[in-house]
Antibody, heavy 130, light 107 residues
Framework: EVQLVESGGDLVKPGGSLRLSCEAS????????MSWVRQAPGKGLEWVGR??????????DYAVPVTGRFTISRDDSITTVYLQMNSLKTEDTAVYYC?????????????????????WGQGTTVTVSS | DIQMTQSPSSLSASVGDRVTITCRAS??????LNWYRQTPGKAPNLLIY???NLRGGVPSRFSGRGSGTDFTLTISSLQPEDFATYYC?????????FGGGTKVEIK
């Protein structure tokens, strides 16, 4: 069974740091692209960032609001992806989900797959407040 | 960034109703459009990828259409578990972006 389990959420003061972990099982983690998505209380979904597999270059992309403050990394030996969050702001308060990105149908004209966030963890809550 | 606009933001319907949700992209995204369903307190679930393809295990009452900038998600006969919030998401280019969501409520 494919499973993602996030941990590390906590109450932290503005300007503080926190590291979230997402442990994966049930699939070949080293081949997978992984994303982080967050959801502020009562709000919609917001993409945070994505890390590709090492085989695909290991490229990491971030949303503008977190660029320079958040860092995504992965440790394939323990099938875990991380989200290091620094300089936290009150607006970073949210449930943070990790997801496994799957490549579906191949677009030959563009030379890429259609990607979607296929499997999600249960989420971990980050509260930034003084 | 590509902006994704969903309409309506909410709707009321009954079990058995046919429901259509619209998603518009601020520029062409070909068919790089996914749909998710989220029930309260739960993580989202992927329903449709590449605009019109049903993810394995998703009931056939869900269907997606569109290409370019305009897309729709249709539920042919609403079931109790479909009362939820639906999000579209473009996978054409980073930063990936979601629509604001459409909440489907019980009439």
């Amino acid at each position: 069974e494919v499973q993602l389990v996030e941990s590390g959420g906590d109450l932290v003061k503005p300007g503080g740091s926190l590291r979230l972990s997402c442990e994966a099982s049930g699939f070949t983690f080293s081949h997978a692209w992984m994303s982080w998505v967050r959801q502020a209380p009562g709000k919609g979904l917001e993409w945070v960032g994505r890390i590709k597999s090492k085989n695909d270059g290991g490229t990491i992309d971030y949303a503008v609001p977190v660029t320079g403050r958040f860092t995504i990394s992965r440790d394939d030996s323990i099938t875990t992806v991380y989200l290091q969050m620094n300089s936290l702001k009150t607006e970073d308060t949210a449930v943070y989900y990790c997801s496994m990105v799957s490549g579906y149908s191949y677009d030959y004209r563009r030379g890429t797959y259609h990607y979607a966030m296929d499997v999600w963890g249960q989420g971990t809550t980050v509260t930034v407040s003084s | 960034d590509i902006q994704m606009t969903q309409s309506p933001s909410s709707l009321s319907a009954s079990v058995g109703d046919r429901v259509t949700i619209t998603c518009r992209a601020s520029q062409s995204i070909n068919s790089y459009l996914n749909w998710y369903r989220q029930t309260p307190g739960k993580a989202p679930n992927l329903l449709i990828y590449a605009a019109s393809n049903l993810r394995g295990g998703v009931p056939s009452r869900f269907s997606g259409r569109g290409s370019g900038t305009d897309f729709t998600l249709t539920i042919s006969s609403l079931q109790p578990e479909d009362f939820a919030t639906y999000y579209c998401q473009q996978s054409y280019i980073t930063p990936l972006t979601f629509g604001g969501g459409t909440k489907v409520e019980i009439k």
